[in-house]
């Protein structure tokens, strides 16, 4: 593989990465993308098994993410129809103020909906700060094993 074919993967898993932190990219996939498209140019046992790894990596990290905050938010007591309106303003927020948006129109909108919701300022705060504590754990689970699987792909091409 070319200097300039391993720098755009390099990119692609940049992109993955940072995609991880920007809602609506999905970070993941392009990060396995990227190793398969530098295992397919590869095609050496180094490159398979890294390949197989991170499926296996980024598969398990997609179960963790899915049983992470399922688990929490339901101790947290947030309703999943206001986490859903909640989403649905960050949505909205998104295309009202680009990228920034996004959160903060999720944020505002689960602190209003849980202001509604509890009545008080109080409350409806510690609630919102709870589900987003849920949320960031997440972010960050995701955010290692893309940053491994990077890692391993960098170590691996060092390496060679």
């Known amino acids: 593989m070319s200097v300039w074919q391993l720098v755009a993967v390099g990119l692609v898993m940049l992109f993955g990465l940072l995609g991880v932190l920007i809602p609506g990219i999905p970070g993941p996939p392009i990060v ?36 992470l905050p399922a688990r929490s938010l339901r101790d947290a007591g947030a309703p999943y129809r206001t986490l859903f309106l909640a989403g649905t303003t960050g949505i909205v927020g998104f295309f009202v103020v680009p990228v920034i948006g996004g959160p903060l129109g ?29 949320i960031g754990l997440s972010v960050l689970v995701e955010l290692f094993a893309c940053l491994l ?12």
Do not use: C, F, P
């Open 149 to 160: 699987v990077v890692g391993a792909w960098a170590g691996v091409v060092m390496a060679g």
């Open 32 to 67: 396995w993308a990227g190793v398969l498209w530098w295992a397919m140019t590869e095609r050496t046992g180094a490159a398979w098994t890294l390949l197989i790894a991170a499926t296996v990596l980024l598969l398990l990290n997609q179960a963790l993410k899915w049983l």
């Open 106 to 134: 999720a944020v505002g909108g689960l602190y209003v909906l849980e202001r509604i919701r509890l009545g008080s300022h109080g409350d409806a705060w510690a609630s919102t700060r709870t589900v987003m504590r849920v």
